[in-house]
């Protein structure tokens, strides 16, 4: 239990200072960033792999279409996610980006409901209406849909749907979606190379490693998440994924000095609360489930 919850506290807070990263890259395009993301994140899942002899489940994917079609659609998905992302971060974006990921949870809870057809309870259903209102208020006060935050938020849940009924484990998964991913990545790369545009091969020695170390920077906080995943109950999980979107938001209004105006705050503060009633319905359930069975525990033993 313990070591879950350092794993996934591990894992949320690399992911929230995610923008400190993208940012010392920023004076590289968005899409050269992306395709090394994809071509280092293969190469270091590969690696992994090949450490612990875990590619029995390769030979026999071509067999198996409908997981392969499940992971091209998880591939583009995470493609067009961290695509967005950087160039939200290096385009001055931090807080609109940080919305993304505190509305995801609510995007996962109406995923639910429409898609696997689970049956919400009141609380989930008024701390969605509750983040909708928070949303309508942004755009009302922006003048426009905050597209970064909804784009990021709607990719990864359906991400998260995908992965959570694909049959391959969390570094297996990445390194199929990276494969898949990477004739394009390296066509691209290979392109700019070819037209004397690579900003890496003209870039500082510094900038080629922060790139090149994407692969690890990328893998990871998955690899914490889901060692977490299996060691604590996914309530927890939903109470500490909160640490990623704070600090990118933190970092956004304090360390760059992204505009936060009060009336701005309203709409992220309905989305607060919104999330706070999720948690603890969350939290609420949890004890609820868990009451009977030590109950049921203390009665056996006597």
């Given at each position: ?301 006597d």
């Amino acid at each position: 239990m313990k070591a879950g919850l350092l794993y996934a506290a591990a894992a949320y807070l690399l992911w929230g200072l995610f923008p400190l990263y993208f940012k010392a890259l920023q004076g590289l395009p968005a899409s050269e960033i992306l395709a090394h993301r994809m071509t280092w994140s293969l190469l270091f899942c590969a690696l992994l792999l090949t450490l612990l002899q875990r590619w029995k489940w390769l030979p026999g994917l071509l067999h198996r279409p409908r997981v392969l079609a499940t992971f091209v659609t998880s591939a583009a998905l995470v493609a067009l996610n961290w695509g967005i992302y950087i160039w939200a971060v290096n385009a001055n974006h931090v807080v609109d980006a940080s919305l993304g990921y505190f509305i995801n949870p609510l995007v996962n809870v109406l995923i639910g409901a429409f898609v696997l057809h689970e049956r919400l309870r009141r609380p989930q259903w008024t701390a969605v209406a509750i983040a909708a209102v928070g949303v309508t208020w942004l755009t009302w006060e922006a003048g426009h849909l905050p597209w970064i935050g909804l784009t990021l938020a709607m990719t990864w849940g359906l991400y998260g749907l995908l992965r959570k009924t694909g049959a391959l484990g969390a570094i297996e998964g990445l390194a199929l979606e990276t494969a898949l991913l990477f004739p394009f990545a390296l066509g691209y790369l290979t392109w700019l190379a070819a037209h004397g545009q690579s900003a890496f091969i003209d870039s500082s020695a510094t900038v080629q490693w922060l790139l090149a170390a994407l692969g690890p920077v990328t893998a990871i906080p998955l690899l914490l998440f889901a060692a977490a995943a299996r060691r604590i109950a996914f309530a927890h999980l939903g109470i500490l994924q909160y640490i990623s979107p704070t600090l990118q938001l933190l970092t956004g209004v304090w360390l760059y000095h992204e505009p936060f105006a009060a009336t701005r705050a309203v709409g992220y503060g309905l989305i607060g609360i919104a999330l706070a009633i999720f948690a603890i319905d969350g939290l609420w359930q949890l004890r609820s489930r868990i009451t009977p069975v030590r109950a049921a525990g203390a009665t056996s033993r006597d």
